[in-house]
């Protein structure tokens, strides 16, 4: 049954629509978060326009004091968004026609709806790239801080989740530092390319009104200008940029988290959890269940999702503006604030776990962890690697990797093979030995880790001085909204 025809449509209001197209149609519910973004870029836009005397000083001012004014009702919650207006562009446009008539009119002179909203996104992006970072950057003092606390404790390294190498506590913490080190990076360096105004684009073509568009994008402080109005309408690399940065940022998170479960469980028994961070069971009184990794971990997923649907979504779009782009800020609301989310509850919960030191380094002594280094010994004494290396794994086979039974056989064999054998020889296989034998750069020595976390200090320094600079730049949208 057809729809009783009750409104006109916003695009064309010589045009009716349906209630049913008006509601499938509208993105409101969704992009209405972008006001202060919205009016922002209007303001920014008015000051051109006034430039290229389209508007009076005059009627710039009323244009101007009317943003503000609506600007401030949404600041305070006083502001209801009518679905039928379609977005937050229609929305906003009406309020300000609706305070100051046809001198609000005017204000999308110029201006088309398909580069406004990459405006408007482009400045949500480049501030919740900050809001990442800063919480990646509490994370990493967090990392650094517990690595300060534990420098000379000692627990097994894995390769495929068997035991390798003995390695530092300190040394373990730290490489997930620097993976997040990557990461910052990684979103710093998006920012870059988001940083710059697509308005004055129109709605594909570019606009005949002479419009400063250097002006438009110092007074939101952004870098530079696009170069194509075609490609500036149509373009969200600035999002599926961002999107992967934040998907590989969650992989990374999800593999911390992993360990946490892991080492919370009673087969590794590496960490006791912070009862005020975990639960209970429902049924078992006994139970204390690693919530927050677990819940990251599975997060990680959603980011993943967002970043895949954003992409599927650009794939095979022609230029220059689809209607199909209006599906893509849902997925990169989601995927910013499930990693700034996961990031804080993480921090929390790294901050408050406790090491057990007993149980790890226990566990560093066994499972013939320093077997390498008695090759390495071998190496040292001029015998090739590889046939030290095959030597070793024959006496490992034969100790079936009890350890005592290791150090027996490795006794009796270097007596045969090596004329300069001393007994105390064996003692580079004491889990200490193998970690002071490892201060190379990057190495897990005590010596080596200690210039790592000075190193890491100083990224993390490096990192929150950009991010000053940056939030001056973001705090603009703030500023111009009085």
């Not at 919205?38 to 009323?62: N, Q």
């Not at 305070?99 to 408007?120: C, E, M, P, Y």
Request: proline share 3%.
């Amino acid at each position: 049954m057809a729809q009783r025809v009750n409104m006109r449509s916003v695009r064309s209001p010589s045009r009716s629509a349906n209630n049913e197209f008006l509601r499938f149609t509208s993105s409101v519910h969704i992009d209405g978060r972008l006001w202060k973004y919205d009016i922002a870029g209007s303001i920014a836009h008015a000051h051109a326009l006034a430039d290229a005397r389209v508007v009076s000083k005059k009627e710039l001012g009323f244009i101007l004091s009317s943003l503000r004014a609506i600007a401030k009702d949404f600041s305070k919650g006083e502001i209801d968004l009518d679905p039928n207006l379609e977005d937050i562009h229609m929305n906003v446009e009406k309020l300000l026609v609706d305070r100051i008539g046809k001198t609000g009119a005017k204000l999308h002179t110029g201006r088309s709806r398909n580069d406004q909203v990459a405006l408007d996104t482009r400045l949500m992006v480049r501030e919740a790239i900050l809001a990442v970072v800063s919480e990646a950057c509490e994370l990493q003092k967090a990392l650094i801080r517990r690595a300060g606390e534990n420098p000379n404790q000692i627990m097994p390294g894995y390769t495929h989740l068997q035991h390798a190498q003995p390695v530092l506590l300190s040394h373990h913490l730290m490489a997930h530092f620097w993976r997040l080190q990557r990461d910052i990076s990684r979103l710093l360096d998006s920012y870059k390319r988001t940083n710059v105004s697509p308005l004055g684009s129109g709605a594909l073509a570019g606009t005949t009104f002479k419009l400063d568009r250097e002006l438009i994008a110092k007074m939101l402080a952004m870098d530079s200008t696009t170069e194509n109005s075609l490609d500036a309408v149509s373009d969200r690399d600035f999002m599926a940029e961002p999107l992967f940065a934040l998907s590989l940022l969650m992989i990374h998170l999800s593999s911390l988290c992993e360990e946490m479960v892991l080492w919370s469980s009673h087969e590794f028994g590496f960490l006791r959890l912070p009862k005020n961070l975990a639960s209970g069971s429902s049924m078992m009184p006994q139970k204390l269940n690693p919530d927050i990794p677990e819940l990251v971990r599975g997060k990680s997923g959603r980011a993943l999702g967002d970043l895949v649907t954003v992409l599927t979504l650009l794939k095979s779009l022609p230029l220059a503006y689809n209607r199909d782009l209006q599906e893509d800020k849902e997925a990169l609301f989601d995927a910013f604030e499930t990693v700034g989310d996961s990031l804080h509850a993480l921090t929390a919960f790294l901050t408050e776990v406790r090491f057990d030191k007993a149980r790890m380094g226990k566990e560093a002594e066994v499972g013939l962890m320093t077997a390498t280094d008695l090759a390495d010994f071998l190496a040292t004494r001029g015998m090739p690697f590889r046939t030290a290396h095959g030597l070793v794994r024959q006496i490992s086979e034969m100790s079936r990797e009890d350890d005592k039974k290791f150090q027996a056989i490795a006794h009796q064999v270097l007596l045969k093979h090596m004329k300069d054998y001393r007994t105390s020889d064996l003692n580079i296989l004491k889990a200490s030995r193998a970690i002071e034998r490892r201060n190379i750069e990057g190495g897990t020595g005590k010596a080596a880790v200690s210039r790592q976390m000075q190193k890491a200090a100083a990224s993390l320094k490096a990192n929150m001085k950009t991010l000053a600079v940056l939030k001056e730049q973001t705090s603009t949208v703030d500023r111009l909204l009085g």
